[in-house]
């Protein structure tokens, strides 16, 4: 009788405390590490898996399969592409409705949203968002307090819309000038700058509540490839490595880093060989984690990506990797199926290998905390957008002004022509370019200004003829296909002036014009400022963050 009182009294312990053995939650009250490490332990294999995820999907409004991973799931993080983002009052929407149905979730945990929104080129969140003048602007201006502005600014318009984790900034050195790739969305050559300026940029995101991931760990500047489509080889030494691309985050890491992008990119002067820095333990253990003491969250490149997926030979197989290299999060850009074996490969390794499945419990840990911290309290990133505070607030206004400002101080004079170069001394412009903002401030500038757009299946006879009927080219000039036609002018004598936007590294190319000025952008604002400059509106006070082969290039500053 004795044993059976006993047995109902434990049944009854049981029955009462089970509800506190189960009732934490992301709201409880506590320390960030000890409340994440309690959650952690709660969970099934199968809920703390999926805090490893983030996942895209095709679409402005959230696919079913998306929706499925949210609710099934409990997925840990989503990320926005440039394809889900052209209304944004839709992305609102969207992004609050995925945040509805995690927080319904067991333990009330939140999504990681986030996008790629570095500034200048890479801007992923389009629509009512700002166009800004990037980071080889930040670093032709050489003001911290630039950075700052940039990252707060391009924060606050992000936290409007509930994304609360941006991939930026970009701290890849500019140290190849061929590469396409990286170009004006690196802050320029310099590794202490470039650590200045990430820092900075780090800080105006925080203040936001943005969590800030520094890319593309340990450096995608030193190569003319992309990772998108192969696995690119670096050949510099690690001593190289160590006192150049990794500089900034050794900076960084020292002043709270919250997380770090892994980059597909393989250095085989190095112990890691041939392998990707994406899927190897020596890259992110021994050197991120130990030798630079990084602390925080570590996140994949897109996994979809081939730099990933040819080395590891299959996307299960580059999860596995990516995880037990120490990754945190892998990301795919598009959304598996649940029974994907990149899925269903994964858990079954964490009940066959007791110490893949302690990897995944120590990444889901980390994440957690970085979510208690960051998507807590009165900085953080609202959770569910207010849709009629986003009509109201994007663009943001005050940004709008910093930007245009940030976009004068960048305004860099390569050759001086006597400017300024008034409509009276130009005579008959042609305005020449591919951008709509470049003619729209160009004929503000110059009235009356004839306009050539050129074309990739233009020839350039054409554009001769209307050449030769102007006393002064005004060529706005980007890449390889401007050069093509820019090359053409030579012969005629004219007077050329270029209007270099992105990278001016081609100017290289055509020594032999009179003028061109550096604006780094194709943002309107980038456009405004530079016609400024021309016109002796404003001084140009802008450095080249890298040097052009030509030296003689560089007009010497008062």
């Known amino acids: 009788m004795m044993i059976g009182l006993r047995k109902k009294l434990h049944l009854l312990f049981f029955v009462l405390c089970a509800p506190c053995i189960f009732s934490l939650s992301f709201n409880d009250k506590g320390d960030p590490k000890e409340l994440a490490a309690q959650i952690v332990s709660q969970m099934t294999d199968a809920e703390v898996l999926a805090q490893t995820f983030m996942l895209g999907w095709v679409g402005l409004k959230p696919s079913p399969l998306i929706l499925d991973w949210v609710r099934q799931r409990n997925l840990g993080g989503i990320k926005i592409f440039g394809w889900n983002t052209s209304n944004t009052l839709e992305l609102a929407e969207t992004v609050g409705t995925l945040q509805k149905e995690s927080l319904k979730g067991r333990f009330q945990i939140p999504l990681l949203v986030a996008t790629d929104q570095e500034g200048g080129w890479i801007r992923h969140v389009k629509g009512a968002t700002s166009e800004t003048p990037g980071n080889m602007a930040i670093g032709a201006s050489g003001y911290p307090q630039d950075a700052y502005w940039s990252g707060y600014y391009i924060g606050r318009e992000l936290a409007v819309l509930g994304i609360n984790m941006n991939f930026a900034p970009t701290v890849d050195l500019y140290t190849n000038r061929d590469s396409t790739l990286i170009g004006p969305r690196s802050f320029g050559i310099d590794p202490v700058n470039t650590g200045i300026f990430g820092l900075a940029f ?51 890491s020292l002043e709270g880093l919250p997380a770090v992008m892994s980059g597909h990119l393989a250095f085989p002067n190095t112990e890691a060989g041939m392998m990707p820095a994406s899927l190897s333990p020596w890259f992110l253990k021994n050197v991120l984690r130990e030798k630079i003491g990084f602390q925080g969250v570590v996140i994949t490149d897109d996994l979809m990506m081939n730099g990933a997926t040819m080395s590891a ?59 208690l911290k960051y998507l807590r309290g009165e900085k953080a990133v609202p959770l569910i957008p207010d849709v009629e505070n986003v009509k109201k607030s994007l663009p943001d206004a005050e940004g709008t002004k910093f930007f245009l400002d940030l976009a004068a101080r960048s305004v860099t004079v390569i050759k001086d022509s006597d400017f300024p170069l008034t409509p009276a001394s130009a005579g008959n412009v042609l305005l020449t370019g591919q951008y709509l903002a470049f003619f729209k401030q160009g004929r503000i500038a110059y009235p009356g200004a004839k306009s050539y757009w050129y074309a990739p299946d233009f020839g350039v006879a054409d554009f001769l003829q209307y050449a030769r009927a102007a ?56 456009f405004v400022a530079g016609f400024s400059v021309l016109l002796g509106k404003i001084e140009p006070r802008g450095q080249l963050p890298f040097p052009l082969l030509q030296p003689r290039w560089i007009a010497p500053k008062e």
């Open 202 to 252: 780090m800080r105006g995101q925080e203040a936001v509540g943005i969590i800030t991931t520094a890319k593309h760990f340990p450096g995608h500047g030193d190569t003319d490839l992309d990772s998108h489509g192969i696995l690119p080889k670096i050949g510099v030494s690690f001593d190289v490595l160590w006192d150049r691309e990794l500089a900034p985050y050794r900076m960084l």
């Open 313 to 371: 030979g299959s996307l299960s197989r580059a999860a596995k990797q990516a995880i037990a290299a120490g990754n945190d999060i892998i990301m795919f850009s598009e959304t598996p199926l649940l029974l994907d074996p990149v899925w269903t490969v994964l858990l079954d390794s964490m009940k066959k290998e007791p110490e893949f499945k302690e990897q995944v419990y120590e990444a889901a840990r980390r994440v957690l905390e970085m979510k």
């Open 471 to 526: 006393d002064t080219i005004i060529f706005c000039l980007s890449d390889e296909l401007g050069m093509r036609f820019l090359k053409s002018l030579q012969p005629l004598k004219k007077k050329v002036i270029v209007f270099s936007v992105l990278s001016p590294v081609y100017l290289d190319e055509a020594p032999w014009v009179d003028g061109a000025i550096a604006v780094y952008s194709y943002a309107n604002e980038s």
